[in-house]
């Protein structure tokens, strides 16, 4: 993973783990190609309400698994467009390569999700 100081770490489940969607909305695909396996335990994904698209929504015994990756400002900047109003900007607590790490995610509230 990119070690630049300005970098965010943000936890992917969903479209953008798949690199021709993250170069399509990015203008790069790095960040998904140098991303880690991770965890989000206390989550399960599900549909946002109405949509094809992906949310997460708090279930005690679940786990999400997904990816851990680094963003540069600018490439955060093309993936909060692509990720639009009906999701919030969280930080959540992820596992990966053994340890426990903070990371930002979009989620819906969860009553947009299906449940």
């Known amino acids: 993973m990119a070690r630049d ?13 798949d690199p021709e969607v993250a170069r399509r909305v990015a203008g790069e695909d ?5 991303a ?17 698209f992906p949310t997460l929504v708090p ?9 851990l990756a680094e963003v540069s400002p600018r490439t955060l900047a093309g993936l909060h467009v692509y990720e ?4 919030r900007f969280v ?6 390569e053994g340890r426990r790490v903070a ?8 009553w ?3 449940r």
């Open 5 to 17: 100081s300005l970098a965010m770490r943000i936890f992917l489940y969903g479209t953008l783990m």
């Open 30 to 34: 790095r960040f998904v190609r140098e």
């Open 36 to 52: 880690r396996p991770a965890l989000l335990p206390g989550w399960r994904k599900t549909l946002l309400r109405g949509t094809p």
């Open 59 to 67: 279930e005690e015994r679940s786990v999400v698994h997904g990816l």
């Open 84 to 87: 639009g109003s009906l999701y």
């Open 91 to 96: 930080t959540v607590p992820v596992l990966s």
């Open 103 to 110: 990371a930002r995610a979009w989620i819906a509230p969860p």
């Open 112 to 114: 947009r999700a299906l």
